[in-house]
């Protein structure tokens, strides 16, 4: 059984259910924290009563017309079937026991160590050397994936990790998670969002269209 930390959508949203980017002032997950717990995660895939916490890392360099983000294709054959092939600007994953025992936890909390962890392990890049700026949250009900996930979006700028993009891309790619990966201007991120919009004729994910049409990249 794997165990993935969650929240009962009650305690979540007392009322109406906000939907698409929420910033970050919309949610403050430690004062709610007596309300997480783990779960199995098998069950909690298919109830929708409750949501699944989800860090969720955006990969950018540069300002202005030269802000490019690190964008990569699922394989098809990925662990989450409802996100195969799909294209996405954010890495993440869910947050599990293991994640308390981090000495991480004790300075940044539970969420941004979880989400240091899975920067290591999905994009092979050092989350010592790395800032992670607090972008806001992503909910959606749209999707059967989204509809049971929270995303806790967060910038990471690899300007301090260092590397140029292509070192940076080798790197990322190397990892099981990418089919393929490369840079993408955010300029032209929004045209590329619906069906076979996206590279190669490819379709992006749900949440990337959300934090992209909030301008939160």
């Known amino acids: 059984m794997r165990a993935i930390l969650v929240i009962d959508r009650r305690h979540l949203f007392p009322g109406l259910s906000p939907q698409g ?9 430690g004062a709610l924290s007596a309300h997480l717990f783990f779960a199995e995660r098998e069950y909690m895939e298919t109830c929708s009563h409750y949501k699944q916490i989800i860090p969720y890392l955006v990969l950018v360099r540069g300002d202005g017309r030269e802000r490019r983000v690190l964008a990569y294709q699922r ?14 600007v954010g890495f993440g994953g ?3 026991p293991i994640d308390r025992a981090d000495r991480e936890v004790a300075i940044r909390g539970l969420v941004e160590a979880a989400a240091r962890r899975e920067l290591a392990e999905e994009t092979g890049l050092d989350p010592a050397q790395a800032v992670l700026e607090p972008a806001g949250y992503i909910n959606s009900d749209r999707e059967d ?3 049971v ?3 806790v979006v967060y910038r990471v700028d690899v300007a301090a990790i260092g590397g140029s993009d292509a070192a940076l891309l080798a790197t990322v790619s190397a990892q099981a998670e990418p089919h393929q990966a490369r840079w ?4 032209g991120l929004a045209t590329q969002q619906g ?4 590279p190669d004729s490819g ?7 959300i934090v992209v049409e909030a301008g939160a990249i």
């Open 21 to 29: 980017f929420l910033p970050t002032p919309a949610i403050d997950l």
């Open 75 to 88: 394989q098809v054959k990925h662990s989450e079937r409802r996100l195969g092939g799909l294209w996405s």
């Open 94 to 96: 869910h947050i599990e």
């Open 145 to 147: 994936v989204s509809s």
């Open 149 to 151: 996930h929270l995303g």
């Open 184 to 187: 993408l201007p955010v300029a």
């Open 195 to 198: 069906p076979a919009r996206g």
């Open 203 to 209: 379709t992006f994910e749900d949440w990337t269209r």
